[in-house]
């Protein structure tokens, strides 16, 4: 049984670009889920996905966006890329209906210059 | 690798002896309760939970209180080691958003051999 895997695992971008970060889920969770981890503080949630439509979105703005394929891979889209978006991006998958038997990434730093 | 928490409170203990690590969650309405550790580098992990109708569980070598009073969770380890040494997050899902999980600032725990 494979984990939930990532990539890139790091990545540079110029403010005002646009980036996409991948991720795998774990075998047998349809349910992705992604998270945004600023140095020194908790995730944040982004946005959920099932059947390949958005489940949930925390507050974030609408340049962040996904997508979930039928496999039930993920990919999350960030657009305008600003300075404060340089974080450790999570993803996290889970059978439906799970109430946090999540299952996390390594993650992928995504840093803004 | 990544490093995680580089500004959270730091609990330092001896190897061998007990941990406790609080965390206070805000919405009296979260019914289900998580505790993740996350070392330099991975995602976090799933270390305990415990429902809202439960005062305490117990897994091995650690143990999870929670007083729905107060709005209080604490994580218990008992004969710390050094591999315990990692920065550890509550989090809470009210359900709401797409079963999102809320998480705590985080503490980082130091083991000291």
């Known amino acids: 049984e494979t984990g939930v895997t990532q990539s890139p695992t790091h990545l540079i971008k110029t403010r005002g670009q646009q980036v996409t970060l991948r991720c795998s889920s774990q075998?047998?969770?349809?349910?992705v889920s992604w998270y945004q981890q600023a140095l020194g503080q908790g995730p944040q949630f982004i946005f959920q996905?099932?059947?390949?439509?958005?489940?949930g979105r925390g507050n974030f703005p609408p340049r962040f966006s996904g997508l979930q394929f039928p496999n039930y891979s993920s990919e999350l889209n960030v657009n305008a890329l600003e300075l404060d978006d340089s974080a450790l991006y999570l993803c996290a998958s889970s059978p439906m209906g799970a109430s946090g038997g999540y299952t996390f990434g390594s993650g992928t730093r995504l840093t803004v210059v | 690798g990544e490093s995680v928490g580089l500004h959270l409170p730091t609990l330092s203990v001896q190897e061998g002896d007990n941990s406790i690590i609080n965390c206070a969650y805000s919405n009296s309405a979260s019914d289900y309760f998580i505790w993740y550790k996350q070392e330099s580098g991975k995602g976090p992990q799933f270390i305990i939970d415990?429902?809202?109708?439960?005062d305490k569980r117990q897994g091995q070598r650690v143990t999870v209180l929670l007083n729905k009073t107060v709005k209080h969770l604490s994580l218990q380890i008992a004969a710390t080691q050094p591999g315990d040494s990692a920065v550890y997050f509550c989090a809470e899902n009210s359900g709401n958003a797409g079963n999102m999980l809320t998480f705590g600032g985080g503490t980082r725990l130091m083991v000291k051999p």
């Open positions: 075998s047998g969770h349809n349910t």
């Open positions: 996905y099932y059947r390949e439509e958005e489940n």
């Open positions: 415990i429902r809202s109708n439960m």
